[in-house]
């Protein structure tokens, strides 16, 4: 991705996802609307569009959370005493697929059949 996306912190004031960096104005609004496709069309409710901009109003301090979180792991894996093992490696990986996707990367790929547990 080439352009850099609006710098938070957000808020969110009902439908509106705000930038508290850019005297508050919306950088998304999360209404109700109805979704048609292929499968028929679907409404999006008041609390799921309420829920939706709380969701990504969250966006910035989760991805800064998620990056820290992989620089934990590298550190931790770059340790020959700290053993990571499958459900750490698991979580790993998802995180920098999810750093990925915000970034506008190519995604990474989680072969969850190896350790699928649940």
Not at 92 to 105: D, H, M, P, Q, V
Request: net charge negative.
């Amino acid at each position: 991705m080439s352009a850099k996306p609006t710098d938070g912190p957000f808020g969110a004031d009902g439908f509106n996802v705000y930038s508290d960096s850019k005297m508050g104005v919306t950088v998304a609004y999360c209404g109700q609307s109805t979704v048609v496709g292929v499968a028929g069309s679907y409404r999006i409710s008041e609390d799921e569009a309420r829920a939706n901009a709380v969701l990504f109003a969250a966006a910035a301090e989760l991805l800064d959370a998620a990056r820290m979180a992989a620089r934990n792991f590298e550190r931790c894996a770059a340790s020959p005493e700290n053993f990571m093992g499958d459900d750490d490696h698991e979580t790993w990986f998802a995180l920098n697929a999810a750093i990925a996707k915000a970034e506008g990367r190519a995604s990474i790929e989680i072969d969850r059949s190896v350790n699928d547990h649940r």
